[in-house]
Structures are given as structure tokens and as C-alpha cells.
């Protein structure tokens, strides 16, 4: 099948999960274990293999986010819980994306510098993609008026009557699609700020996309890894969910996720070291040794994946960072920092609490520290943990920039076309 044939498929597929029964779904073996009403073990034949498995009828935690949200739920509102089963849609296909043969092409950039202008990085295909994918599941939601993206250099605004503004990083570590390393989308959610209805669409819809994290309504992440996890919180606790591929639904598998107050891991990428100001090198240097307040010494663990390093750090505490003006503000550090501080974690630039922090620019970029809150309170002890020497590391031989370009994208705004050099437009893709 020629890219522009398989492109086309992709973003017209109306179930990326049309896979046959495998692996086999877990409620399969729940259904077949409540008929046996006993706490006991369960072995179930699946053609040549057998899987033994223990359940707790007591818990009967399979639920849907909609469940989870709805009405005999949390009751976030129908409003949310509509645009989350948008959400939610948007996000398997993506995941069906990452997972596809096509992604090797799709994750390589198509050449030049780093920045595209606004702050931003130059996109990959499979940046673009995704971005198109959220867009157009907003879209038909109805319920979002303005989406922020790290994607688009200005806010796209959808509709008027939408009561949400989501601001979000479609695909981030996409620089690392090519070996499969873990990637995430990650989205915060607002209300429309109905006070400023009157003014012209372009101011209206930057303001509304410039909240302050405090008054996020809902912010969340999804992993893209051997699971496919929606982490979020509707602002009491956070929870995550994880796809079931035989099914389709995102089901609650990691209810009030409790952040460790102090944990025994940082995450950094140390080859800035000598970059660092002196409080962030003596804070490292301390933790490594087990000389800090908690007296282990910290091991060191980088993916490079903004969400697979943040969720880690959710699972098993400690710190991530990065100390340079590198991550954005508006996408990536609020809604994490939101999702820590309702896992009883703490979200930092090194001196201030990230929600507290307003916006003054779409893309704009700051240090960003978030983990347990004894490690971070640690941290920020130090005084002197912002790198201000940002020189712009060159990554071009680690993310695939400067080979062959693959795809383009022309045009902006509500109609995006494709086109693969040395062939005519590709997709044409209302949204
Ligand atoms: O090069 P550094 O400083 O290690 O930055 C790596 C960070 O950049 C990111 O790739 C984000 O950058 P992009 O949004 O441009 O993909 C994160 O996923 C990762 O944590």
C-alpha cells in the first residue's frame, strides 16, 4: 500500500480496533469467575496457552470512564463526560498510530532547524497527525469552543457555544517514535470564559487558552507503552485507566493514585550536567550519594518521554525534571503539575508552583520539577536549580531530523492537506 493510501486509511478508519479476540478480554475471565461466585484460582485455556488467574470478586472496579464520571459516578456533568468519550476516541486511534507499521515513516521529521517560529519545535508527520486527530474529535464533540496546541501556532476556535477550552501536546517524545520508546498525549481542560464572549475570535480564543493551571476542570495524560494508559483527574484525585484492547473501553485499573511522599529515584537528562547551575549539580550530587534528607543513595532513571517519565515517577516517587527553559507551560507543565498535586505530589519551576504561574504566552517555556513533595521541597532548598545556559543541544542523530523528507503539511486552519514529495496532495482532511 503507497503512504498517501495508508494516511488516508488511518484518518478516515472508523475503529482502530477492529483486531480480532486477542489478547483475550479480562472481563471474559471475570463473567466466567463471577459464575463460580469463590475467591479462588481460575485457569482458562486460549487455544495453546493456559492463564491462571487470581480475581477479587469484592472489587468490582471495571469501569469505564463514562461510569467512572458519570451520573452514578463522580457526576463531573454530562457536558464532560460527552467530550471525554471524544477524548477517548481520539486517543486509540492515536495509540493504533504509534503501533502501526506506518510509524517509521510517520515519526521522521521532514527536515530543517529545530524551531518552526512561536516558540515551537518543528513537527514529525506523526506530530501533525495526531494533532488533526484531537482537532477533529473536538470538533464533533460540540462541546469545546477553543483548542490550544503545541502543534498550532495560535488557538483554533471551534465553536461558539462550546462551554471547554483543552489545551494540549498531542504527541510528545515523538522524537523518539523510530525505537519504539514510550510517547503520550497530555490535555488540560477549562471552561469557556463566557465573560469575554463579545471580543474578536483571535483575542478571545488566546485569553481563553492562557488560564492559570488553578482553574483547570480537568487535566490528564495518556501512555502510549506496552499498556496504553488515560491517567487523569477531574479535580478530586487522580486515576488511571487502561485500555482493553478486546473491548476498547479505557477501564479504572489505578484508582486515587497516591504519589510516595519521598522516593528514591530523580530523572534528568545528566549529560547537561555540566550546564547545570551549582545548586542543581550539588542537589544531584547529594541524592546520588545518599547523603540528602533521606539517607539511600537515588538511582537514575531517563526515558527522555515527558508522560512515561512523569507516570513513573506517579508509580514509584521521587523527581522528574527538566531543568531548562524547555518544556511548555500552557500543555505540558500545567496539567502534569495539576495531575501531581492531586496525587498529593508538587509541580515546580524550580522556585514558584507551576499552577500559580500565569500564562503570558502560548508556547511559552520554563523549567519543570514535579514529583513527591518531599523530594521537591528538597529540591528547591537549593536555591539555584534553573539552567539558564540553554545552548540548544543538537539531537539530530538521536531523532531522525535531516534524513529524506517523508510528508508535508500545507495550509492551516479547518481544511489540512498532506502532501508526499514527489507525488501529488495525498489527504485532503476537512476537520
Ligand atoms: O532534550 P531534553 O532536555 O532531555 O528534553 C527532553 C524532553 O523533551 C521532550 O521530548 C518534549 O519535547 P517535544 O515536546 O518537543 O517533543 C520530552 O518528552 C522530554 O522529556
Not at 484518518?11 to 471474559?28: M, S, V
Not at 527536515?111 to 519545535?121: A, I, L, N, P
Not at 519504539?180 to 487558552?209: H, M, W
Not at 473491548?247 to 547545570?276: C, E, K, M
Request: net charge negative; glycine share 8%; with cysteine.
Amino acid at each position: 500500500m503507497q503512504l498517501p493510501t495508508i494516511i488516508t486509511s488511518i484518518l478516515h478508519n472508523p475503529n482502530p480496533y477492529l483486531i480480532p479476540n486477542f489478547p483475550p478480554n479480562p472481563l471474559q475471565f471475570r463473567r466466567e469467575f463471577f459464575n463460580r461466585r469463590n475467591f479462588t484460582t481460575m485457569t482458562s485455556s486460549f487455544n495453546s496457552f493456559k492463564i491462571h488467574s487470581k480475581l477479587d470478586t469484592n472489587s468490582d472496579t471495571f469501569l469505564t470512564i463514562a461510569q467512572f464520571a458519570g451520573k452514578e459516578g463522580a457526576n463531573v456533568g454530562d457536558d464532560l463526560v460527552v467530550l471525554y468519550s471524544h477524548l477517548e476516541y481520539a486517543f486509540k486511534r492515536i495509540s493504533a498510530l504509534v503501533a502501526s507499521p506506518v510509524n517509521s515513516s510517520l515519526g521522521k521529521s521532514s527536515g530543517g532547524g529545530e524551531d518552526v517560529g512561536s516558540g515551537r519545535d518543528k513537527p514529525k508527520p506523526l506530530d501533525i497527525v495526531s494533532n488533526e486527530i484531537i482537532l477533529s474529535c473536538l470538533t464533533h464533540s460540540g462541546k469545546v469552543a477553543v483548542m490550544a496546541s503545541e502543534e498550532d501556532d495560535v488557538p483554533v476556535w471551534i465553536t461558539d457555544d462550546g462551554p471547554f477550552v483543552v489545551v494540549t501536546d498531542p504527541l510528545d517524545g515523538s522524537r523518539n517514535i523510530d525505537a519504539s520508546i514510550p510517547t503520550g498525549t497530555i490535555f488540560g481542560i477549562y471552561n469557556r470564559l463566557i465573560e469575554i464572549d463579545g471580543l474578536p475570535v483571535e483575542e478571545k480564543a488566546l485569553l481563553n487558552s492562557l488560564q492559570s493551571g488553578n482553574r483547570l476542570v480537568a487535566a490528564g495524560y495518556v501512555l502510549y507503552s506496552s499498556a496504553t494508559i488515560l491517567c487523569t483527574s477531574f479535580g478530586s484525585g487522580a486515576h488511571a485507566f487502561t485500555l482493553d484492547r478486546s473491548t476498547g473501553d479505557f477501564v479504572l485499573t489505578h484508582p486515587n493514585i497516591t504519589i510516595l511522599s519521598r522516593g528514591q529515584i530523580y530523572s534528568v537528562n545528566d549529560a547537561r550536567y555540566f550546564d547545570w547551575p551549582e545548586g542543581l549539580r550539588r542537589y544531584i550530587d547529594t541524592i546520588r550519594q545518599g547523603k540528602g534528607k533521606f539517607p539511600k543513595k537515588y538511582s537514575a532513571r531517563y526515558i527522555c518521554s515527558l508522560v512515561a517519565d512523569f507516570h513513573r515517577t506517579l508509580m514509584y516517587g521521587g523527581v522528574a525534571m527538566n531543568p531548562r527553559d524547555h518544556l511548555r507551560l500552557v500543555y505540558e507543565a500545567n496539567p502534569l503539575s495539576f495531575l501531581a498535586e492531586q496525587a498529593g505530589g508538587k509541580g515546580s519551576d524550580g522556585k514558584n508552583r507551576i499552577l500559580s504561574i500565569q500564562p503570558t504566552k502560548l508556547h511559552q517555556r520554563l523549567p519543570l520539577f514535579l514529583g513527591s513533595p518531599d523530594d521537591i521541597d528538597e529540591l528547591e532548598s537549593y536555591g539555584d536549580v534553573q539552567q539558564t545556559v540553554n545552548p540548544g543541544y543538537d539531537t539530530s542523530r538521536e531523532t531522525g531530523l535531516g534524513r529524506s523528507p517523508t510528508l508535508f503539511l500545507l495550509g492551516t486552519g479547518l481544511k489540512r492537506e498532506y502532501v508526499l514529495p514527489g507525488h501529488d496532495i495525498a489527504v485532503s482532511q476537512p476537520v
